[in-house]
């Protein structure tokens, strides 16, 4: 049974940062690609970032480009989204999801994509 469990949202003023982070159990993590996405109340669930089952090729969405920063840590079953410089658009549930195929050659950057979602993570950024 894969497991993920997202932690580190929280309040954050315009401006500031946060580290997310999701830890996996269930499967080889590090044999899979990371995404994150993100969903704001009546807001459809869109894309945030992924990075591939090796770490390294990463992609993101074009309001987040420059100011997040996905990663990686196979060693700890874990994956991280740095986000600095948050405005109050970036306020969402933040979910982390694993990808259905393994070492998939192109990032995953849609839902269906993905097979595994973890709870999410609340992030409010106030103006």
């Known amino acids: 049974q894969v497991q993920l469990v997202e932690s580190g949202g929280g309040l954050v003023q315009a401006g500031g940062s946060l580290r997310l982070s999701c830890a996996a159990s269930g499967r080889t993590f590090s044999d899979y690609a990371m995404g994150w996405f993100r969903q704001a109340p009546g807001m459809e669930r869109e894309f945030v970032a992924t990075?591939?089952?090796?770490?390294?090729?990463?992609d993101y969405a074009d309001s987040v480009k420059g100011r997040f920063t996905i990663s990686r840590d196979n060693a700890k079953n874990t994956v991280y989204l740095r986000m600095n410089s948050l405005k109050p658009e970036d306020t969402a549930n933040y979910y982390c999801?694993?990808?259905?195929?393994?070492?998939?050659?192109?990032?995953?950057?849609?839902?269906?994509?993905?097979?595994?979602w973890g709870q999410g993570t609340q992030v409010t950024v106030s103006s």
């Open positions: 990075i591939s089952w090796s770490g390294r090729s990463s």
């Open positions: 999801a694993a990808d259905k195929k393994i070492y998939s050659t192109v990032v995953p950057t849609t839902p269906p994509e993905y097979d595994h």
